[in-house]
């Protein structure tokens, strides 16, 4: 039953939610977005929603760790990307936190390493500050903090 309605939740929309989140992890707001595709009403989306999280189909908190996990380990991407994703799938800034924070720093900044090695091959500037800028600006548009780019640019220009 949804709330305020007393009507019974359609069991295809159920269903259709229900494999749709057992897939791959989803937010809500993803959730909301493909049920306003059914057409239904407001109340309806909210009643699937709960039963969702209630059944354990749902849950931000997992979504958000499992995306920043995923986006950093498979794609490279910088935390700042990760977190600009995560803000526009609306979920809750705690969980977004608890996500990054599942990325071992470590690792980060071995991939950071790795990435800008891999970049330094391409770019025909000599060596200096301008080819320095450019794989920051590279490492940055990765989501990658400028910072951290920078320290890492800087130990490789030392190192060899």
């Known amino acids: 039953?949804?709330?305020k309605t007393n009507r019974p939740i359609p069991e295809w929309v159920l269903s259709k939610m229900k494999h749709y989140c057992a897939y791959q992890e989803r937010s809500i707001h993803e959730v909301k977005v493909r049920l306003k595709t059914f057409?239904?009403?407001e109340e309806v989306y909210d009643a699937v929603i709960n039963q969702?999280?209630?059944e354990g189909f749902l849950n931000e908190e997992r979504f958000a760790k499992t995306f920043a996990s995923g986006k950093?380990?498979?794609n490279k991407w910088g935390r700042n990307k990760i977190y600009q994703a995560l803000q526009q799938k609306k979920v809750p800034e705690l969980f977004i936190l608890e996500g990054l924070n599942e990325i071992d720093d470590m690792e980060y900044k071995q991939?950071?390493?790795e990435l800008i090695q891999k970049k330094s091959e391409t770019i025909s500037e000599p060596k200096g500050f301008k080819?320095?800028?450019k794989l920051v600006n590279f490492a940055a548009g990765r989501g990658f903090e400028p910072r951290l780019a920078w320290e890492v640019?800087?130990?490789l220009d030392s190192g060899e």
């Open 39 to 41: 057409h239904l009403q």
């Open 72 to 74: 950093f380990r498979i």
């Open 1 to 3: 039953m949804s709330p």
């Open 111 to 113: 991939t950071l390493l």
């Open 131 to 133: 080819r320095n800028r």
């Open 52 to 54: 969702l999280i209630n």
């Open 153 to 155: 640019v800087n130990e």
